[in-house]
C-alpha cells in the first residue's frame, strides 16, 4: 500500500488494486470464522465484503488522506469502516422486501447463498463493526477525531443520507419524481457516502471544516456524476461485466436521470459533472492526481 499513500506517481489501476487486496486483508482479519454456532454468520459477511467490488469508497479515502500524510493503518481502518456500511446496505438492498436481486458482484447474493435471516445480521453485523473499528485508539490516537469520523459516517448512512435515499428509492416505483428530486434521492442514496469516504481523509488529516469546501463540491459532483454513469450502465452495460441484473429501474417504473434527460444529455451532464469536481481541486497539486483520475474513471467504467 505504500504507493497509495506515499506517492502521487500512482496510476489509477494500481491503486484500485492495492486497496482492493488492503481492504479484503482487512476483511479476511476482521471477520475470522468461530468454530461456534455463529459460523454461517461470519461466512454471510466475509461472501458479501471480500473480493470483487470496485472499493471506489476506500480509494477515495485513501486518495484524499494522501493529500495530508495520514498514516497508512489509520487510513485502512476508516476505509474499511466506511466499506463496512456501503456493503451492508447491499446485503440489504438486495433482500426480498427491497431490491429482491439474485446476483450481486457476479456472484449470488447473500440471503441467495445463505437465507434471508442470515443476510438480514450480516448486514446489521457489517453497520455495526464500521463503529466498532472508528471507535478504536488504532483508528486515531486523537479522540476528537474519532468522534468526527463517527459522526460524520452516521449522518452519511442514516435518514438524512444513504437509508433516506434508499427510502425515497422505494417510493419511486409508485410516484413520479421531477430532476429536482431525483438528484436528492441520489445525492443521498449514493452520494452522501461517496462524500463521507473524502471527508474521512480529511478529517484524518485533521484539516479544519472551512479547509474542505473544494473536497466536498469535488465528492458532492462526483457523486452525480458515479450515478449518472450508473444510469447509463444499467442500459447500455454488459451483465456479465456489471455482476448484477441491468434495467431493473426502467422494468419498475423509476424514474432516473436517463428516463429524465434522455441518453445523450445524461452523458452530457455526467462529463460536465466530472469536469466540475475536478475543477474543485484547483488548489491541489500534483499530489491531488489520484481524486482526478478517479473523477475521469466515473465516465469510462464498465461495472
Known sequence: MASVTTTTAVTLADATREVGV?????????????????????????????????????????????????????TARAATA????????????????????DLRRGKPTVHKAFDEATAILAGDCLHALAFELLTHPDTHPDPFVRCELVADLARASGPSGMAGGQMMDLRAASASFDIATVTRLQA?????????????????????????????????????AFQIADDIL???????????????????????FLS????????????????????HLHAFGAEADLLRQIARFVLERDR
Open 22 to 74: 488492503e481492504i479484503d486483508r482487512q476483511f479476511d482479519r476482521l471477520l475470522t470464522v468461530p468454530d461456534d454456532p455463529r459460523a454461517d454468520l461470519y461466512r454471510a459477511m466475509r461472501h458479501a465484503a471480500i473480493g470483487g467490488g470496485k472499493r471506489l469508497r476506500p480509494l477515495l479515502t485513501f486518495a484524499t488522506a494522501n493529500l495530508f500524510g495520514v498514516d497508512r493503518s489509520c
Open 82 to 101: 466506511i466499506e463496512c456500511i456501503h456493503v451492508y446496505s447491499l446485503v440489504h438492498d438486495d433482500l426480498p422486501a427491497m431490491d429482491d436481486d
Open 188 to 224: 443521498m442514496k449514493t452520494g452522501a457516502l461517496i462524500s463521507c469516504a473524502v471527508e474521512a481523509g480529511a478529517i484524518l488529516g485533521r484539516l479544519p471544516v472551512e479547509g474542505r469546501t473544494s473536497l466536498r463540491g469535488y465528492a458532492r459532483d462526483l457523486g452525480l
Open 234 to 256: 444499467d442500459v447500455e452495460g454488459d451483465e456479465a461485466a456489471v455482476g448484477k441484473a441491468l434495467h431493473k429501474d426502467a422494468d419498475a417504473g423509476k424514474e432516473t
Open 260 to 279: 429524465l434527460l434522455g441518453l445523450e444529455r445524461a452523458k452530457e451532464q455526467a462529463a460536465m459533472l466530472v469536469e466540475q469536481a475536478i475543477a
